[in-house]
C-alpha cells in the first residue's frame, strides 16, 4: 500500500530564515505530488503540483518554491520566511490528475 | 474558474439527529470529492463520486452527486460525536494552466451529546 510522509511534524522560524519542507511518497511510482498550505480556520490553497522529476508547477506567486529532485520526493523551500507564511502545510499524491488526492500528515509552521 | 461553495459553514447537532451538508459549484465538474479533517490533523478521503447520480455511502455518511444542478450533498445519519471534525468537498477543475482540485471553505461539524 501507498504511504506518504512530511516532516518535520512542526517547525518554529524566525522571520527572515530559510525554510525546507519535505514530502515523501512510498509505494507507488510516477505519482502527482501537490503543496498546499492551509492557514488557521480556513480552507487549502494549492501551492505547487508536479507531475514528474523536475516538472514544477507553480498557482501563486509567492517567496516559496518548490522542487522534485527523484519521482518519489518533494521539496518546499523558501530563502526568507515571511510572517504570512505561518501555517499547516500538506503535500498529497494522486495516481494521475483527476484522481483522488491523498494527503500526507502536514507540517504546522510557525514564523515568529 | 470553478467556484465551490459549502454550507452552513459552522453546524451544532445533538447526537442521534440527521442533516445535510451542502456543496455548490460554478461549472462542470464531472467529479466531486468529499474529504475529512480532524481538528490539528490532515485530510482523510471520504468518497469520490463520478457520475451524475452517484451515490456512496459510508457507515453514517451518504454522499451524492447531482450535475445538473451542481449540487453534491454529505447527508448525516443518527449523528455521533466520532463525527465531529471539519467536512470539504472538491471539484476538479479543467482547463487553463492547471488541472486542479478546487476545495470548499469546509464545513465544522459539532456533534453535541
Known amino acids: 500500500s501507498q504511504t506518504i510522509h512530511q516532516w518535520p511534524a512542526t517547525l518554529v522560524q524566525p522571520v527572515g530564515s530559510p525554510l525546507s519542507l519535505e514530502c515523501t511518497v512510498e509505494g507507488t511510482s510516477n505519482p502527482n505530488l501537490y503543496w498546499y498550505r492551509q492557514a488557521a480556520g480556513r480552507g487549502l490553497q494549492l501551492l505547487f503540483y508536479?507531475?514528474?522529476?523536475?516538472?514544477i508547477s507553480s498557482e501563486v506567486p509567492q517567496n516559496l518554491s518548490a522542487s522534485r529532485p527523484q519521482d518519489r520526493q518533494f521539496i518546499l523551500s523558501s530563502k526568507k520566511l515571511l510572517l504570512s507564511d505561518s501555517g499547516f502545510y500538506l503535500c498529497?499524491?494522486?495516481?494521475?490528475?483527476?484522481?483522488?488526492?491523498?494527503f500526507g500528515p502536514g507540517t504546522r509552521l510557525l514564523v515568529l | 474558474e470553478l467556484k465551490v461553495e459549502q454550507n452552513p459553514l459552522f453546524l451544532s447537532m445533538q447526537e442521534g439527529k440527521n442533516y445535510t451538508i451542502y456543496c455548490n459549484y460554478s461549472?462542470?465538474?464531472?467529479?466531486l470529492y468529499w474529504y475529512r479533517q480532524d481538528p490539528g490533523k490532515s485530510l482523510e478521503s471520504l468518497f469520490v463520486l463520478l457520475s451524475n447520480g452517484a451515490v456512496k455511502q459510508e457507515g453514517r455518511l451518504m454522499a451524492s452527486l447531482d450535475t445538473k444542478a451542481r449540487l453534491s450533498t454529505l447527508h448525516i445519519t443518527a449523528a455521533v460525536h466520532d463525527l465531529s471534525a471539519t467536512y470539504f468537498c472538491a471539484g476538479f477543475n479543467y482547463g487553463g494552466a492547471t488541472n486542479k482540485l478546487i476545495f470548499g471553505t469546509g464545513t465544522l461539524l459539532a456533534v453535541q451529546p
Open positions: 461549472t462542470t465538474s464531472d467529479r
Open positions: 498529497a499524491w494522486s495516481p494521475g490528475t483527476a484522481e483522488t488526492q491523498y
Open positions: 508536479s507531475v514528474g522529476i523536475g516538472q
